[in-house]
């Protein structure tokens, strides 16, 4: 029963270049969280989705950033064109029904931007 | 806006003794709140719960006790043990806010054996 899945664990990029981040769901989890950790704070949502929607992007830049749950295959976390403060560790959590009444959110390792 | 507060950083405590962790929180309309537990380069890790129609809830050596009038949680860890040395973070949500997770900056605790 393997949990939830981020690759890679660890990523470098320079500045101006592009970021994908992976997340594959816990088995039969449908609804996919994002958050960042910036240095010496907590976790900041970023978005929601479900299967081919995006539910919730309130916490999203305007620019740059995107996210994607596609039918098949995991969520992606799109970062264009980074600067240093990219730099953070991005989690991606799952839960089996809508978080927020009652059901926990399951988090994976996360991935670790770094930019320079 | 910091909707969701812990305001100490570091907390140690001997091994076998108590450990309390304090979280603060601005928004009354938050009426679910959990505290993850993480350690480092791991994410974090479902502890405990509580919903705003209860002001306590125990699971094995963790307690969440909840003070609406307040908007204050804590977690009571008891007795502590050298393995719950971890970041901890309490979030909250609302109902009207839809599924998004506001979580406090973590406490490290750290139990000495």
């Known amino acids: 029963n393997a949990g939830v899945m981020q690759n890679p664990r660890h990523l470098v990029r320079r500045r101006g270049q592009e970021a994908r981040l992976r997340c594959s769901p816990m088995?039969?989890?449908?609804?996919v969280y994002w958050y960042r950790q910036l240095p010496e704070e907590g976790l900041k949502f970023m978005v929601y989705?479900?299967?081919?929607?995006?539910?919730?992007e309130s916490g999203m830049p305007k620019e740059r950033f995107s996210a994607e749950f596609p039918k098949e295959g995991p969520s992606i976390l799109r970062i264009q064109q980074v600067v240093r403060g990219d730099s953070a560790a991005y989690f991606c959590?799952?839960?089996?029904?809508?978080?927020?009444?009652?059901?926990?959110?399951?988090f994976g390792p996360g991935t670790r931007l770094t930019v320079t | 806006d910091q909707q969701v507060k812990q305001n100490s950083p570091s907390l140690s405590v001997q091994e076998g003794r108590i450990s309390i962790l304090n979280c603060d929180y601005t928004?009354?309309?938050?009426?679910?709140f959990l505290w993850y537990k993480k350690y480092p380069a791991e994410g974090p890790t479902f502890l405990i719960s509580?919903?705003?129609?209860?002001d306590k809830n125990e699971d094995g050596r963790f307690t969440v006790f909840l003070n609406k009038s307040a908007k204050h949680l804590s977690l009571h860890i008891v007795p502590s043990q050298p393995g719950d040395s971890a970041v901890y973070f309490c979030?909250?949500?609302?109902?009207?806010?839809?599924?998004?997770?506001?979580f406090g900056t973590g406490t490290s605790l750290t139990v000495i054996p």
């Open positions: 959590a799952s839960s089996f029904l809508s978080s927020g009444r009652g059901y926990e959110q399951y």
């Open positions: 088995k039969g989890h449908s609804h």
């Open positions: 989705l479900q299967k081919e929607n995006i539910i919730d």
């Open positions: 928004n009354s309309m938050f009426d679910y």
């Open positions: 509580i919903s705003s129609i209860k």
């Open positions: 979030a909250a949500s609302a109902t009207n806010t839809g599924n998004q997770f506001y």
